[in-house]
């Protein structure tokens, strides 16, 4: 008596659902331009500067040790980081190729 009865539309109802997507796609295109897509990008020139490393490079591993490049394996390189001292390090634990000459003494 004092509540009336609800009738419900559904012409309405279709386009209801379609549109409460909408805010879904916006953000996951905002989410990929801003993060993933960047981040894509910044790994493959990452890959590409250990692909080119090469005898005489200069370089800073990950772990901040900075040595010139003695030696290219497969998946290790050999950094000279004092004079007569070498080490082995990772592939992929390079993280920065300094211009030539930023190291003065070894």
């Known amino acids: 008596m004092l509540i009336s ?3 419900a539309n559904t012409a309405a109802a279709p386009a209801a659902d379609w549109t ?3 805010p879904l796609v916006i953000i996951f295109v905002l989410f990929w331009f801003m993060l993933i897509r960047p981040q894509m990008k910044q790994a493959k020139e ?3 500067m250990i692909a080119a490393l090469q ?3 200069e370089v800073v591993t990950s772990s901040g040790i900075l040595g010139k490049v003695v030696k290219v394996g497969d998946s290790v390189v050999d950094l000279e ?4 001292t070498i080490i082995h390090v990772q592939k992929p ?3 920065t190729l300094l211009p030539k000459g930023t190291i003065k003494a070894l």
């Open 46 to 48: 990452q890959r590409a």
């Open 81 to 84: 980081i004092a004079t007569d």
């Open 55 to 57: 005898k005489g490079d």
């Open 93 to 95: 634990s390079i993280q």
């Open 20 to 22: 409460s997507f909408v």
């Open 5 to 7: 009865t609800a009738y």
